[in-house]
């Protein structure tokens, strides 16, 4: 079939040219249409149920993305003295200005209340600095006032006083690039001895997309540049090599445009989509250049080389490509979208390539001139400096084979011993480079103060008995009265929805209410209904506001978290300073009355709203804000696990539904969902792979050993991966199964080719041989091209892409090598088995 | 006496608003109608505060009122009977115009009286979208005023504060009746001039002679969230005793004012 499609293809070279441009150019039109995703959040399904969860909280307690602005001091007076604050002020009051920033919801000390004792049994009410203080003292009673108030001591001013904070909420993430160069604008306009920073993941994110667009620009076409380079060193011969240029060039054309035309997103995976077509592509296109390099002379008939060369590589070629596709097709068995997306396109862009490669060479060899070809004579790739060195190896690895195995074996223990010591971790402020400004910012600021990392632990309370009991209270003429009311309302109402429409109607009536029997009938049923939302309240209690304490407390001992704050710390501040504000007083009202009419005080203040970032109006769902200093996914896993062994050895607490969200929370969800993704698609392409080499070779011990050479590698990288403390992150976790399938490619040709030999020459020493000079010359040359395809990577800007350009030249370097050692060591110790 | 000072006044205030009105007359006119009407009075109220999610919360009170003089100084007492866990929760307000009002609270479930001193009267009244001074009446004297133009309906004010610092909005403007005097609709405007809060009267109505506010709302444009001032059976020249508006009140609210007259 393929000798028909060959004959085609060079009966009608400029068609296949024809289409291949058309090809690309409708493909490329439809990039314009990218649309960059920088949201870590998209590491889940939108589905997924802690990112439906965390959302939710989002909405339910008006939670915004932060910017979060740095003042520090290094002094020894610190952030406290009137030019610092002067300067705060100002660059506070100046940001509430711009366009996007949720002015009312802002937070910075010249934006929030203070409440404090003023002469016995008054109390003041004030903004806490609208005005900067005029000299020292009055910066020091300031300072006296922060320290007093929990929620914002270590949060808007650091434990040591040398930093300040100014959290600004934005209305959309998208802006957050604008908003913080308007805030880095309005720093530079204002006169402070402080040092400003600007950080937070809206920031860190935007930044992110900036950056994806470098990489992009540079390592890519640095990628290509590469390629370029190593073709012209092993072909010497600029329109030959045009040739695998152009396959590549189209064949990451054609995926970024029907990605992109498909709607995905490009995310920090698929931006990466073209460096690594960019090398694999041109694999196939090298296998038959040099093949053709070896087996043409000048004045041979053209087209018959170019069948023959075709024909004994159609095989090796389509199974190498379809090995290093299912690596990649692996990838969609993650339960991450973006990896997803990343697997399925790269693993199409290599069939893709594949066809390319098929059709477009033999087309473009075909009308190459004459004399083009001419220098390719001078080229005979089997006598390169690489080449000696390999056939070296080769004899080595033959004479040796025992030795080489044992060596292997050991290497292969310590690799097991290595990879139980990997350390699962990620935190997305780590992808940008130790010197980044983001980087800065966050390790200044989380030195400071209790940290910038948001999680949010989430209470409800138990809503079913307060209904069963309110419904057992009421009477036959009450219960009438409300299925009448309900019989218009929305029947898919909750019983909180529910109470607060009843609540609404009976009080409309009353309002309006002139007998006296209906007077007091309604407020019989109101006093019920009232009985049933006070249950319903339960973090307005005293006994569930002792919960978030006992819950604060051991957060606080773990040593894990720098601080949480919760409704609790609001009742007892406001509490105190109404009893005189004495420490001692720093505790709950007895009664949940008090409770409530100490809240009505806070919120007469100029932030009523603040409130509700902590509860539900109904007060039946609360929040703890919990501050890390880390983002580390490990961190934030230690303080799940620290709190789910808290919560069941707490029977009280059982009664509660509590529950995570935030970002940094949600961080170590898909790192979860990563790590068990990755081993389900590691293990599949495993299978499959090894499923196919067994029908390629036609037995199971030729199977068994084409996936040696890559399980080795494999192994060895993790283990080296746990042995250098690397953490395992998600650019590391990728890299196993896509690996997988290109590593295998070295194993299927070396097989292939070897047995192939021995056919001809029935000899293992003559096999081997003859192995070492052209086929594991042209295995190490891809390697090579590979290997170096992937380094532009080191240069690129974030980490993530360093990490893979590094691991992937590593990795190609390892298998390529691996698989020219143990392959011969193998074959010779199994010789009796397998060349025979 | 005052009845019939109040409607020469206001016949006053009309034919001048025929002739180009003297600006501080209006100001003045609208104070008194706003705050002012009767020597005393009484009404219950019920606040509904909505949230941009439609989450709603209710405040019912009772607001007694006693003028000391018109315009001048005045005293309110708040009491507060819904929800029942703030229920007896009282507010005394000493209002003056010359200086800071004396403000006291009292909150029975901690037993607890206290007096309030307040850096500004543009804080939240008990969480809703009001403010302390929608309520009590803000200083007619603290924004300069100007009529920007009338028409048969309404005078347009536009106010801009004397001390942009002690508030948030850059300046505010008004459409003020000509019939009753009631600011109909106040629009605050931040430093960009964009409507950020409004002040709306529903719904008017007739008491003893005076145009009564019986349902107003105030909007917050920026948090999306509302809150519906509702008035019942108001009552004007009940002839309340001084002692009504002392501290004694705070535990021992006047049960007889209280109730519906």
């Known amino acids: ?836 | 006496m005052k009845t019939i000072l109040m409607i020469l006044m206001f016949v006053s205030a009309m034919s001048n608003a025929a002739s180009g009105t003297d600006v501080a007359m209006i100001i003045e006119r609208a104070n008194l109608a706003s705050f002012y009407a009767g020597d005393d009075g009484r009404s219950d109220a019920r606040m509904i505060i909505v949230d941009a999610k439609d989450n709603k919360q209710m405040r019912q009170f009772v607001i007694l009122r006693k003028d000391l003089e018109d315009g001048g100084d005045q005293r309110f007492l708040v009491v507060f009977s819904r929800p029942s866990d703030v229920k007896n929760t009282v507010f005394l307000v000493h209002k003056k115009v010359a200086e800071e009002d004396d403000r006291w609270l009292y909150l029975p479930a901690l037993d607890l009286e206290k007096r309030i001193s307040a850096s500004d009267n543009r804080t939240s009244f008990v969480g809703s979208d009001f403010f302390y001074e929608d309520v009590s009446g803000r200083n007619t004297g603290y924004d300069e005023h100007q009529l920007v133009k009338e028409d048969e309906q309404y005078f347009y004010l536009t106010s801009t504060p004397k001390d942009p610092d002690s508030v948030e909005f850059a300046e505010y403007s008004m459409h003020i009746d000509k019939a009753t005097f009631l600011p109909m609709l106040i629009e605050y405007r931040d430093q960009q001039g964009d409507v950020y809060r409004r002040v709306e009267v529903v719904e008017v109505a007739d008491v003893q002679g005076h145009a009564t506010v019986m349902k107003s709302k105030v909007s917050n444009l920026k948090t999306g969230g509302y809150t519906l001032l509702e008035f019942r059976r108001p009552a004007y020249d009940l002839g309340m005793e001084d002692d009504v508006f002392t501290i004694r009140s705070l535990r021992n609210p006047p049960k007889n004012w209280l109730n519906a007259q």
């Open chain 1, 1 to 836: 079939m393929n000798q028909k499609t060959t004959d085609f293809v060079l009966d009608h070279p400029r068609l296949i040219f024809l289409v291949v441009l058309l090809l690309t150019l409708a493909t490329a039109a439809l990039i314009p249409l990218i649309q960059i995703d920088t949201d870590p959040e998209n590491m889940l399904p939108e589905s997924q149920s802690e990112r439906v969860f965390h959302n939710t909280v989002k909405q339910r307690f008006n939670l915004h993305d932060m910017i979060v602005v740095g003042a520090v001091n290094g002094s020894a007076q610190g952030i406290y003295n009137p030019e610092s604050l002067q300067a705060l002020l100002s660059v506070a009051n100046q940001i509430e200005q711009i366009k996007g920033v949720i002015d009312y919801d802002l937070m910075a000390l010249s934006h929030v209340d203070n409440i404090v004792q003023e002469g016995p049994g008054t109390i003041r009410f004030e903004w806490l600095m609208k005005k900067p203080p005029q000299d020292q003292e009055s910066a020091d009673l300031l300072a006296s006032y922060v320290d007093r108030l929990p929620l914002l001591n270590n949060t808007l001013v650091s434990a040591d006083h040398k930093a300040t904070s100014i959290y600004v909420p934005i209305a959309d993430k998208n802006e957050s690039h604008r908003i913080s160069q308007d805030i880095q604008r309005i720093i530079d306009s204002v006169k402070s001895p402080d040092d400003y920073h600007i950080t937070g993941l809206p920031v860190a994110e935007d930044t992110f997309g900036y950056q994806m667009f470098v990489q992009m620009g540079i390592s890519a076409p640095l990628a290509g540049l590469m390629i370029f380079l190593l073709m012209w060193y092993f072909f010497k011969n600029l329109k030959f090599i045009a040739a695998p240029m152009i396959v590549a060039m189209s064949t990451v054309i054609v995926v970024m445009g029907a990605m992109i035309g498909m709607g995905y997103t490009v995310h920090i995976m698929s931006s990466m989509i073209a460096i690594f077509l960019m090398p694999i592509a041109v694999v196939d296109s090298i296998h038959i250049m040099s093949e053709f390099v070896e087996k043409y002379q000048p004045g041979a008939n053209r087209r018959s080389v170019i069948k023959e060369v075709i024909a004994d590589l159609f095989k090796p070629m389509l199974f190498t490509s379809i090995t290093s596709s299912v690596g990649f097709f692996s990838l969609m068995l993650t339960p991450i979208p973006p990896v997803q997306v990343f697997g399925a396109f790269v693993g199409f862009g290599i069939i893709l390539a594949f066809v390319l490669t098929i059709v477009f060479i033999p087309a473009y060899l075909i009308v190459l001139k004459e004399s083009s070809l001419s220098s390719l004579q001078d080229i005979h790739h089997s006598r390169s400096r690489l080449s000696g060195a390999i056939k070296k190896l080769g004899q080595f690895s033959v004479a040796n084979s025992w030795a080489v195995t044992a060596f292997f074996v050991v290497v292969m223990a310590i690799s097991v011993w290595g990879i139980m010591k990997i350390q699962i971790n990620d935190n997305p402020v780590r992808w940008f480079k130790q010197d980044h400004p983001i980087r800065v910012a966050d390790q200044v600021l989380n030195e400071h103060f209790a940290g910038t990392y948001d999680a949010y632990l989430v209470l409800s309370s138990n809503q079913q008995d307060v209904q069963t009991d309110f419904e057992q209270q009421l009477t036959a003429v009450q219960s009438d009265r409300l299925s009448q009311w309900s019989a218009g309302a929305d029947p898919s109402l909750g019983f909180k929805e529910q109470l607060d429409d009843w609540m609404n109607r009976a009080e409309d009536e009353l309002f309006d209410a002139t007998s006296d029997e209906q007077i007091s009938q309604l407020e019989d049923l109101i006093g019920q209904l009232e009985v049933a939302q006070q249950q319903l309240a339960y973090f307005k209690s005293p006994s569930g506001l002792q919960q978030l304490i006992d819950l604060q407390q051991a957060l606080a001992d773990s040593g894990l978290v720098g601080k949480s704050n919760s409704l609790a710390d609001v009742v007892r501040t406001v509490n105190r300073e109404l009893q005189g504000g004495d420490a001692e007083q720093f505790r709950l009202p007895a009664t949940q009355a008090g409770v409530a009419q100490t809240l009505l005080q806070y919120q007469s203040s100029h932030r009523p709203h603040d409130l509700w970032h902590f509860v539900t109006q109904d007060y039946s769902e609360t929040v703890i804000w919990v501050q890390l200093t880390s983002g580390d996914n490990q961190d934030m896993t230690a303080v799940v696990d620290y709190l789910d062994e808290h919560i069941a050895n707490e029977p009280v607490l059982a009664e509660l539904d509590i529950n995570w969200a935030g970002k940094t929370f949600l961080n170590k969800v898909w790192q979860e969902e990563m790590v068990a993704g990755m081993g389900m698609s590691l293990l599949s392409a495993f299978v499959v792979v090894f499923v196919m080499m067994v029908l390629l070779f036609r037995s199971l011990l030729f199977g068994l050993l084409a996936m040696l050479p890559l399980t080795l590698t494999i192994s060895f990288i993790y283990g080296l991966i746990g042995w250098l403390g690397k953490d395992y992150d998600m650019p590391i976790a990728v890299l196993s199964a896509l690996t997988l399938g290109l590593s295998v490619d070295f194993a299927i040709h070396f097989i292939q080719r070897a047995r192939d030999l021995f056919a001809e020459h029935q000899d293992f020493a003559v096999t081997m041989k003859l192995m070492f000079a052209e086929p594991a010359a042209a295995i190490s040359k891809n390697a090579v091209v590979i290997a170096i395809g992937f380094t532009p990577l080191l240069f690129a800007p974030l980490v993530p892409y360093i990490t893979v350009g590094f691991f992937l030249a590593t990795i190609m370097a390892v298998s390529a090598l691996v698989t020219l050692m143990m392959l011969p060591a193998m074959l010779k110790i199994l010789n009796k088995w397998t060349l025979r």
